[in-house]
């Protein structure tokens, strides 16, 4: 039985700016029942948050829903949905804003039929599996249960629609809907949650019981008389990892006693109808005016006397030293977040989060622009918080075990990475057998990865269960990859001579190996779940000789440490050798078949992984003689370690680097085993040789390199450009800057079958080639990616030298979004739609603008993908030339009689043809999809050591559909006619 599913095309109504402060009160009753407040100033001021707004507000970051994650959802006092949209800020326009521009605002929107048919709600949570729940206001006003059972929906906010007739004066509006769903959610009498009283809107004096799971134990909490009473837990019982991931410390012994013991303590519940006291770190004049599910953790409003908070706890922090007295000694401010929110998106992790009920957080500042020293900073933040939550739940073995790690500089990672480099399961795989074989060692690890930020976990979800809550909601285009990489890198350097105090010679090599595996999962039009599984792996190795002119100014001298700022000028001429490895396998799971697939281990017969599975084997390895010159200033802190040795701990370095490829050979091997190939393989060998390649990057360095110095010299010269850390800022490859191929050996093959069918078609080859370059350089559609700054930069046409022409640009006349708004009905016309079209697509680059961080392990970016495909005159010359072409091959061919000359002339003659027609053709703009790449990746990086450098990280990487943009043409294809917007942001 499918449960019944509304759609309602809705429309967004401003209803004014709020302001987050809140005139003070006192309560003067509290009770599991409605509070009753008496005002000091009668006359409130407009556009405050009431009471009801509060108890009512749920985070829709918390939710698993990718559209309006950033906002808030609330009710009117009538039941309505409202959404609360505030502005994130850093910890400078964060403190700019609240001291100086009067606090936060935020702008509230009401959700409005288009039919009139508003569904209105008594309350609103946030279920185990994340979804929004409302239960539906009854008009039945009776005190009856049975007449007012509650009526439960899943609420889903699918997308924001907008359709612009640019060329139709007859129209005054804009067709803007909003789609929400409402799906009826079937439960479990026993599971259904009773919340009714903690609203203004009281239909019964039902008991404000939440029903939650810790590890399995169904608990009961309820709110009486401001303080939250708990039954179900055992008499004695220790807080868990307040990570959702199933994981355990290693130090923590009470925690593994927990896990060993967990059939006994279930066993151990006494008492269950028996209510106890949950002590919590709240202020005896603190307020508790509500509290709701939220995944599954407790959501509490608290009135603190002058402002409205909102705390959350995780019933995994609950613990009780002695029989019955359950305590937590600290709450969090921010709220559990799905994947959604949490890959990347996570805008509690900013000074402020751009809702209203939070506190602002001084120690969320954004670290990606602190040069040098941002990971060191975000490592050492996570670890305090961490720390912090440790030492609130007596996890003090854990909390000590922490401490050690973060000032570990990394020696903990040897072992990991070196068995992380060795495991086999990781390796490159020759044959689908391996692969397989691969794939299931590899989804075991993924599930780790997975369950540290997918809920539900410990609640005892099984790894196929995961999987599918992660990719049931996932658009097309959008994918998710799971990813750990290992590396490792040995340099070692002799200097060979000094010509004077500031210049010198060196002699270096640089080794380096590097393993990653990832899985990545999309979704296609046919609801098949795709499964991607890539190991790669990579070696290189650079030899050569390194000299340089530096000049040092040093700015501190002490017994045996000194500080100092270089300004350096190196050249390099080197060999380098690079190997890597990489194979893809990938096959389709039909969605509902993914949970059964996962959790019975991935199970293929011979005959599914002959037919339905796809693997791809390809190796790549270049040879190149190299020529490196780099500028660049660093400063470091020099350690003498004896009378003509120095250490710089460490030598921080920002610079430009440009390298030129003297001679560069690659041989490129792909192995494709398509369905039905197992044990034979399609081979393309292709081998390039290039002379002189340019690579310009601008980069930064962090690195401990010993070098022998006189301590009678200033200069403490320290060597090699070529070393880096490859964390660009930019790269930018002029590969056709005196590049020249010299050898193809797929040209030859190709060059070799045609004269084997036709010998006496001599000298004609070339011209082949020359034509089919022109239709590659002129496909049939392109892909422009861009900056999300230019996401409003919008170009109608693309020439074939790759200009773009007509750019859209908004009327003089109407200057800004109100004006288009207030004079749309007296300046009616294509225009204005072009105008407001303009200004939305302006408004959502600054919503995504804003969003891009970097911090925490956290980065969250947006880029825009324009595609341009032919017009339909440019078609119909494109097809002909196609067609002409094939039309003077085959003529060719079936002609025994025909000459070399007439064919080079035929050929000349039709090249010449194509040519000029194909500078007639023109390239429309079809689409525009707005993407993002969210990471939550954990980097565990050693501070350089001498001669060995180790590295890792591991995490998720999600990329997003975020909107789509298509455009329509008149019938002459001549003419923008229409745009239509899909955004899920």
């Not at 808030?72 to 521009?101: A, E, P």
């Not at 009780?320 to 994947?339: A, G, I, N, W």
């Not at 999987?467 to 909601?473: A, D, G, P």
Request: hydrophobic share 35%.
């Amino acid at each position: 039985m499918t449960n019944e599913i509304k759609s309602v095309i809705s429309k967004l109504i401003p209803i004014g700016i709020y302001d987050g402060s809140k005139e003070r009160h006192r309560v003067k009753k509290v009770k599991n029942s409605n509070n009753t407040y008496i005002k000091k100033n009668e006359k409130q001021k407009e556009n405050k948050f009431s009471l009801n707004n509060a108890n009512n507000y749920v985070y829709l970051g918390s939710t698993n829903t990718s559209l309006l994650n950033n906002m808030g959802i609330t009710l009117s006092d009538d039941g309505s949905l409202l959404l609360i949209k505030g502005k994130t800020h850093d910890l400078i326009t964060g403190l700019y804003n609240k001291h100086f521009k009067g606090g936060f605002k935020y702008n509230v929107f009401n959700i409005e039929s288009q039919q009139g048919d508003n569904m209105k709600f008594k309350e609103l949570y946030v279920d185990p599996n994340g979804f929004l729940i409302g239960n539906k206001r009854s008009e039945n006003k009776s005190d009856s249960a049975e007449e007012n059972k509650n009526e439960l929906y899943k609420i889903k906010f699918n997308k924001v629609e907008k359709d612009y007739n640019l060329n139709d004066s007859s129209s005054n509006s804009i067709e803007n809907s909003f789609i929400v769903e409402y799906e009826k959610y079937i439960i479990d009498d026993e599971l259904k949650q009773d919340l009714s009283s903690i609203n203004n809107i009281v239909e019964l004096k039902e008991s404000n019981v939440l029903k939650i799971n810790r590890e399995g134990l169904d608990l009961s909490v309820s709110l009486k008389d401001n303080m939250l009473y708990i039954k179900g837990l055992p008499k004695e019982i220790i807080s868990s990892d307040q990570v959702d991931s199933g994981k355990i410390e290693e130090s923590n012994v009470v925690e593994h006693r927990e896990v060993e013991h967990r059939e006994v303590e279930r066993k151990e519940v006494e008492h269950k109808e028996v209510e106890h006291k949950i002590k919590i770190p709240l202020k005896s004049t603190d307020k508790i005016l509500a509290i709701k599910p939220i995944l599954n953790q407790i959501q509490l409003v608290v009135d603190k006397g002058n402002k409205i908070k909102i705390y959350y706890l995780d019933p995994l922090n609950i613990f009780s030293l002695k029989d019955y007295q359950y305590e937590v000694t600290r709450l969090k401010q921010e709220p559990p977040l799905s994947f959604y929110s949490m890959v990347g998106e996570n805008h509690y992790n900013n000074y402020h989060s751009g809702q209203p009920f939070s506190t602002q957080k001084i120690g969320n500042f954004s670290s990606r622009y602190i040069p040098l020293f941002s990971s060191l900073i975000d490592k050492v933040r996570i670890s305090i918080d961490k720390t912090k939550q440790q030492y609130a739940l007596k996890q003090y073995k854990s909390m000590a075990s922490n401490v050690a790690k973060t000032v570990d500089p990394g020696f903990r990672g040897v072992v990991s990475n070196i068995k992380g480099i060795s495991n086999s399961s990781t390796s490159p795989c020759e044959n689908k057998f391996k692969a397989l074989h691969s794939a299931r060692i590899n989804m075991k690890e993924a599930d780790q990865i997975l369950s540290k930020y997918i809920k539900g976990v410990k609640n005892s979800k099984t790894a196929g269960e995961v999987i599918y809550s992660l990719v049931k909601e996932m658009k097309e285009k959008s994918s998710v990859s799971i990813m750990d990489s290992k590396g490792i890198r040995a340099f070692f350097s002799t200097n060979l001579m000094s010509l004077n105090a500031n210049i010198g010679v060196n002699a270096f090599i640089l080794a380096s190996y590097a393993k990653t595996h990832s899985i990545t999962l999309s979704k296609n039009e046919k609801n098949e779940v795709i499964f991607s599984f890539i190991n790669k792996k990579g070696i290189n190795v650079s030899a050569g000789l390194s000299g340089g002119i530096a000049g040092c100014e040093k700015k501190w001298i002490g017994e045996n440490v000194s500080y100092n700022a270089t300004t350096s000028l190196m050249a390099s001429v080197y060999l380098s050798i690079n190997y890597e490895r990489q194979s893809d396998f990938s096959f389709k799971i039909a969605l509902d078949d993914v949970v059964d697939f996962i959790d019975k281990g991935m199970k293929f017969t011979y005959e599914e992984l002959k037919n339905n599975t796809i693997l791809n084997d390809n190796r790549d390895i270049s040879l190149a003689i190299s020529a490196d010159m780099r500028s660049e200033f660093n400063a470091g802190v020099n350690l003498s370690l004896g009378n003509k040795t120095q250490m710089s701990i460490p030598r921080n370095a920002i610079g430009i680097n440009v390298v030129a490829n003297l001679l560069k050979l690659n041989f490129n091997i792909n192995k494709f085993f398509d369905y039905g190939e197992i044990s034979e393989a399609k081979k393309k060998k292709v081998i390039d040789v290039k002379l002189f390649e340019i690579l310009l990057d601008a980069y930064r360095d962090l690195k401990i390199i010993p070098s022998k110095t006189n301590s009678t010299k200033a200069n403490n010269w320290l060597p090699l450009a070529t070393i880096k850390n490859i964390e660009f800022m930019f790269q930018k490859k002029i590969n056709s800057f005196f590049s020249v191929n010299i050898f193809n050996s797929q040209k030859l093959k190709d060059e070799i079958e045609f004269e084997n069918k036709r010998k006496n078609l001599k000298g004609i080859y070339k011209r082949v080639l020359k034509i089919n370059k022109l239709f590659d350089e002129n496909p049939t559609f392109y892909n422009v990616n861009k900056n999300i700054s230019k996401l409003d930069g919008v170009h109608l046409t693309m020439l074939p030298n790759k200009k773009l022409k007509n750019k859209m640009k908004k009327d003089p006349v109407l200057l800004n979004e109100m004006e288009v708004i207030s004079n749309f009905d007296k300046l009616k016309g294509g225009n204005n739609f072009k105008n407001q079209f303009l200004l939305d697509l302006e408004a959502r680059k600054k919503t995504l603008s804003s969003q891009e961080k970097s911090n925490k392990n956290e980065r969250f970016k947006s880029y825009s993908a324009f595609q341009y495909k032919l017009d339909k005159k440019s078609e119909i010359i494109y097809e002909k030339a196609r067609e002409d072409f094939n039309k003077k091959i085959n003529e060719i061919m079936e002609n025994k009689n025909i000459t070399n000359d007439d064919i080079k002339s035929t050929l000349s003659n039709l090249y010449d043809k194509i040519k000029d027609d194909f500078s007639k053709l023109k390239y429309q703009l079809s689409s525009i999809d707005i993407m993002s790449i969210s990471e939550l990746l954990e980097k565990d990086k050693s501070i350089p050591l001498v001669l060995v450098e180790l590295e890792n990280a591991k995490g998720i990487i999600y990329h997003q559909i975020k909107g789509e943009i298509k455009f329509s043409y008149d019938e002459d294809n001549e003419q923008l006619d229409k745009v239509s917007t899909n955004y899920y942001f």
